[in-house]
């Protein structure tokens, strides 16, 4: 029984391009759906499942451009980039409780589709964001997408620099992938408008681009009583460090019961 479940999830997944699954969760109470960061994909998430409880299956979001969407290009705008993820989860949840979460640009992105399900009457039971400030008080970052060294100054800054970029063709790949991602956030004006799911807001304290204020803001967006948030050790990419890592999905699973 145990294999023909997974077997039907899978083949549920394999209509959408949408996601990919992490781990082997069978009959999860929780699907936790991640959303990276700009210039970011699913793999980022594939470490996940090894910290949180068995019953928690992680569903990482696969942007095009990237990895084996390498061939394919972001929907026309942000509009069409929400209805097409927010019809694929519709399709895909099924019964357990969802879970969205999302770092950076994905949080953006995950409080878009959040508001969109809730829209289908189906909303998340959370809305988990992370080194971004609330859609209103989105800062004006005035970057030269066209401006090569503009571009990787900003990514050394955080910390998405490095080898990959001393390399041509991997710098022309994560440059490319960088200007796409850009400009979808560029693509259209995220609403301000409140979700009913809680909200949990987490930011790394020595974060570049992001304050304590801004993450705080976030808890305008959704009933005060439901809204918490936490720092972490480290800069606008805290979460790669293994000890936050693990400390942070220790409180996501403690927050998702």
Known sequence: ME?????????KLSKTPWFRRFGQSVNPA????????MGGSASSFRTWPGTLPPDVEVLAVRY???EDRSTEQWPPNMQETVRSLTDAILA???????????????????????????????????LMTSGREAPHHTKKRD????????????????????VALADPYMRNMILR???????LMRSGNPSHLPVTCPIRAY???????????????????CPPEKFSWRSFSGDHFYL??????????HDIAEWIR
């Not at 401006?147 to 998405?160: C, H």
Request: aromatic share 4%.
């Open 64 to 66: 095009p451009g990237r």
């Open 203 to 221: 930011v790394g304290d020595m974060d570049p681009l992001v304050t304590h204020t801004d993450m705080r803001a976030w808890s305008e967006l």
């Open 92 to 126: 895909s949840a099924g019964e357990p409780r969802t879970v969205l979460f999302g770092h950076s640009m994905g949080a953006l992105l995950a409080y878009e589709v959040a508001q969109a399900l809730e829209q289908h009457g189906r909303p998340p039971h959370m």
């Open 30 to 37: 929780v699907k936790l759906i991640c959303f990276p960061h």
């Open 177 to 183: 992938v960088i200007k796409a991602d850009y400009e």
């Open 240 to 249: 790669r460090q293994p000890d936050m890592e693990r400390q942070l999905l």
């Open 143 to 162: 970057l030269d997408i066209s401006n090569e060294g503009e571009v990787i100054k900003l990514l050394d800054r955080l910390g998405m620099g490095g």
């Open 3 to 11: 294999e023909q479940a997974i077997k039907e999830m899978e083949s």
